[in-house]
């Protein structure tokens, strides 16, 4: 999962949320990933595509389906422009991590 982690790190494309003077895009913890994007609209598009370009090279494979979304600050007709494009699962609330 590392050198998946990096490259997501390294990909400008894929916008972090800057936090007390640090850069956060993705945290690890197993085989679970949590990622913290802005500029969905290219971020999200471009980590689907990174997750699926990873899985042909490498032993892991993500299910997007079962991947989730929660949705903290893009505005609802934004979500729904960006749904059908997307194979995640909106969450409405919350999400489960770690597990």
């Known amino acids: 999962m590392e ?4 490259h997501i790190r390294q990909n400008q494309a894929i916008r ?15 085989d679970d990933v949590l990622l913290y994007l802005t500029e969905v609209k290219i971020s999200l598009v471009t980590v689907v595509n990174e997750l ?3 899985g042909e090279v490498a032993v892991f494979k993500t299910n997007l389906s079962k991947s989730s979304i929660l949705n903290l600050t893009v505005m ?8 059908p494009h997307l194979p995640f699962v909106w969450a409405p609330q919350e999400i ?3 597990g």
Request: charge should be neutral.
């Open 76 to 83: 609802e007709k934004n979500v729904e422009d960006l749904r």
């Open 3 to 6: 050198p998946f982690a990096e």
């Open 16 to 30: 972090d949320i800057p936090m007390g003077g640090r850069s956060h895009k993705i945290a690890l913890y197993a």
């Open 52 to 54: 699926r370009a990873f």
């Open 96 to 98: 489960q991590y770690l």
